[in-house]
């Protein structure tokens, strides 16, 4: 965090993507997207990757109640009957997916996200997961993996998805604080933490980690020393450690604070400065934008082997040429295109009911997208980017990073990139740089949330 300045922070605090992927959704083509390229293209990626494997991502949407910082797509109710019908439905449309790719699908990866998926009783996940992998093959090496809230996740929960075959898990935290607690509507304490990661280890979980967010209402620097010292005393093996994105037009949830209540510019990133300070004093190495991980856990030791990747579902110490998402609004990916399911369930359940994919919208990448795509997960996960010469798309990129490089960004060497120490900081703002749809197109300031 070193000579970040006011005039820094204040030139670069713009709207900007958080790259989980290129195209970034905004600016996909709907008008050249269809079904069918989407499945042939799913296929030819499938057919490239057999050994490898692929990886599930499982949106189980259910919340029992709503966190008011939250940008995820959710349903709350109190009622769990809910669950079954849910879970019926996801497993419709992972038979559609089974019956085209055929019978010899290797699974490398699972992970579930939400919502909350705790939200679901221990013995419907048994049966998802039994049902999922019935009939596919399971890669040497896979990795299952699921997020979960304190509060409401048991032994029962952690034992169950243990013995089939899950080793991590992802504890949502965000602050300590009572007062932001009651902000943002989520309530969990130091005990709730406490109780699950003692159970976790003693059980064998191998990788446990904390998500953490800087900038939300009412934090201020002593609220963050205080939250983060909570959490280095339970020792994660990794600390998520994001921006709040507040995007009120979006998610009319977060209107129950004001911008009045948030922590801006100067004051926002001095909360970062902080926490990564604390972070990192504690033994924990930066693997990339808003990651961070022990030496001996492989999050670290795929950014030092150059095999970190960064997906949807955020970095990760592996790739797989396909991931499959599954449920309500989740987002598909086979490298050259991306699917994105409808957004409720309502229309989820009548679109899987009437024998048909719930795709909503989609991207079929063209070359001069594959091209860029690769610069921003290069920058994103290496910090270092190295341009193919003699092409109008690297003059355009060198001439907008022109600036960057005399802020003291970039330095820029013939066609490599490289972000320096404080760059790193301003990831967002780099990639800015490489996105050539982002600058074709008049996008609305309220397309994304602020880059600081």
């Not at 949407?61 to 940008?71: A, D, I, K, R, V």
């Not at 670290?300 to 396909?322: S, V």
Request: net charge negative; proline share 4%; hydrophobic share 40%.
């Amino acid at each position: 965090m070193e000579n970040i300045t006011d005039k820094l922070t204040e030139k670069y605090n713009v709207a900007a993507p958080r790259y989980t992927s290129y195209p970034t959704v905004p600016f996909w083509d709907q008008e050249a997207f269809h079904v069918d390229g989407w499945l042939q293209r799913l296929q030819d990626t499938f057919d490239r990757s057999k050994d490898v494997g692929i990886s599930l991502y499982i949106h189980l949407p259910f919340c029992e109640s709503l966190c008011t910082y939250c940008g995820c797509n959710t349903r709350i109710t109190k009622n769990h009957a809910v669950e079954k019908p849910y879970i019926s439905h996801l497993l419709k449309e992972w038979g559609m997916y089974k019956a085209l790719l055929g019978n010899k699908i290797r699974v490398s990866e699972i992970h579930f996200g939400g919502g909350t998926p705790t939200f679901f009783e221990a013995r419907n996940l048994h049966f998802l997961v039994d049902e999922l992998l019935k009939d596919v093959l399971v890669a040497d090496q896979a990795v299952f993996s699921f997020e979960a809230h304190p509060a409401n996740t048991s032994d029962e929960h952690l034992q169950t998805l243990f013995d089939l075959g899950f080793t991590r898990l992802s504890l949502g935290i965000q602050d300590f604080d009572p007062h932001v607690q009651f902000l943002i509507n989520r309530h969990q304490s130091v005990a709730d933490v406490e109780r699950v990661v003692s159970a976790a280890r003693k059980i064998g979980y191998r990788s446990i980690n904390f998500d953490l967010i800087y900038g939300l209402p009412l934090q201020t620097q002593e609220k963050i020393a205080a939250t983060i010292g909570q959490s280095l005393l339970l020792n994660p093996d990794r600390i998520s450690f994001y921006s709040y994105a507040h995007v009120p037009w979006l998610k009319p949830g977060q209107r129950r604070f004001t911008e009045f209540d948030l922590p801006v510019g100067q004051e926002k990133l001095a909360l970062y400065t902080l926490g990564k300070q604390l972070i990192e004093r504690d033994g924990y190495r930066d693997v990339g934008m808003d990651h961070f991980a022990r030496e001996e856990d492989e999050l670290f030791k795929a950014a030092e082997d150059g095999r970190l990747h960064r997906n949807f579902m955020g970095y990760a110490d592996r790739y797989t040429p396909l991931l499959l998402g599954l449920g309500v609004s989740s987002i598909s990916d086979a490298w050259t295109c991306f699917a994105q399911n409808v957004k409720t369930v309502e229309e989820y359940y009548r679109l899987l009911d009437d024998g048909q994919l719930p795709i909503m919208k989609g991207h079929l990448l063209n070359e001069e997208d594959g091209c860029i795509r690769q610069y921003i997960l290069d920058m994103m996960c290496r910090s270092f980017v190295r341009l193919q010469p003699d092409s109008l798309l690297t003059a355009a990129i060198l001439e907008r990073l022109q600036p960057l490089q005399e802020d003291g960004l970039v330095d820029v060497l013939g066609m490599h990139v490289q972000a320096t120490v404080v760059g790193k900081s301003f990831l967002r703002n780099i990639c800015m740089a490489f996105d050539q749809r982002l600058h074709r197109a008049v996008a609305s300031k309220n397309v994304f949330s602020q880059a600081i």
